[in-house]
């Protein structure tokens, strides 16, 4: 198994921690952890060119920074993005990591190998916002072609790790194993639900049309505009 964490920060704090624990309840001896921290592995702003969509993504200006990471998305069977809440959001340099996958957007070119994929979204706020975190981070999963996410979300009532007081990371730890073992029973079994399916059919019809011709010869190279399935 490999397992492609996205952290949405360098520090090692509540988010990262909470991480951690995901990470030992989940990797095993032959579990592959490939990890990427933002804004190190940030690609600079997107801006706002276009060549992805239109080109391909090799054309992308930041294709070398932001290349190597989505390949470890790829071919990971569980993708982890990670993020403390900043303002009710994602940090802004997980937002800018995630703007240059737009193309890999359903409505663009998903990558066949998502659509069998867990993601796994986690947040940690002081006091409110890491819910919508979450939510935000597995409407990016689910537009990729992830067709089963989770999300853990904390308000810890802290500003940093030191600040949790034990028992409540105890509690943390017990909702932690609780929803890893919940994963690791899923992974491999992941089929997509009805909304993937209805979406993926709906971004086919759009193909059909003059969309955008990269888009589509991606989804005519895949067989997708003649019947076949990513599933
Ligand atoms: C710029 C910034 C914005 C923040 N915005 C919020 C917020 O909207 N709601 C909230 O409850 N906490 C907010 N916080 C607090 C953090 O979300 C909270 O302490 C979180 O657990 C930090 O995670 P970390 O230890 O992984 O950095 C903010 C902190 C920073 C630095």
Aim: aromatic share 12%; proline share 6%; glycine share 8%.
């Amino acid at each position: 198994m490999k397992i492609t964490v996205i952290h949405g920060q360098e520090h090692h704090g509540s988010t990262y921690n909470i991480t951690r624990l995901f990470l030992k309840k989940l990797a095993g001896e032959n579990t592959e952890v490939v990890e990427f921290f933002m804004p190190r592995d940030t690609p600079p702003f997107c801006l706002g060119c276009c060549n992805c969509f239109v080109r391909g993504e090799l054309f992308c200006p930041h294709a070398e920074v932001v290349q190597p990471v989505v390949r470890a998305i790829e071919e990971a069977d569980l993708v982890i993005l990670a993020s403390p809440c900043y303002v009710f959001g994602m940090t802004g340099q997980l937002k800018t990591f995630l703007d240059h996958m737009g193309y890999r957007w359903m409505a663009h070119r998903p990558h066949p190998q998502m659509f069998r994929k867990i993601g796994l979204a986690v947040s940690t706020a002081a006091g409110a916002g890491a819910k919508k975190v979450t939510k935000d981070l597995r409407q990016h999963f689910f537009y990729w072609g992830i067709p089963h996410s989770y999300g853990y979300a904390k308000n810890v009532w802290a500003i940093n790790w030191e600040g949790v007081p034990a028992k409540r990371k105890a509690w943390i730890e017990k909702e932690v194993a609780r929803l890893a073992k919940k994963i690791l029973k899923k992974l491999g079994k992941v089929k997509p639900g009805i909304k993937t399916k209805a979406v993926f059919k709906a971004m086919g019809m759009m193909q059909k049309t003059d969309w955008n011709p990269a888009d589509r010869e991606h989804w005519a190279k895949n067989g997708w505009l003649s019947g076949k399935k990513p599933w």
